[in-house]
């Protein structure tokens, strides 16, 4: 099964959309380079501006989501479970 970044990451939320799934992978890159010291000490390089900073760390989230994803799709292609009896 082909993973869809548009498709909503919580297709049964009753309450409005939900997230896509390249937003929802994203947000979670964004969180765990926010909360890694050592990754955020090279995104936030002496002499960058706050909102240099901010481009970067987002540029890198979407990055990283997108490779999930498309690794996600590549394994799917290779490693697809045979059908539920």
């Known amino acids: 099964m082909k993973t869809n970044p548009d498709e909503p990451a ?3 939320r009753q309450y409005g959309p939900s997230l896509t799934k390249r937003e929802l992978f994203a947000a979670m ?5 926010s909360a890694s010291a050592p990754a955020m000490s090279n995104i936030a390089a002496p002499g960058k501006r706050g909102d240099e900073c ?10 990283l989501a997108d490779a999930l994803i498309e690794s996600l799709n590549q394994r799917d292609a290779v490693d697809t479970p045979p059908p539920m009896p």
Request: proline letters at 6%; hydrophobic letters at 45%.
């Open 29 to 33: 890159a964004m969180q765990g380079i």
């Open 10 to 12: 919580y297709p049964d």
């Open 54 to 63: 901010n481009k970067m760390l987002t540029k890198v989230a979407v990055s």
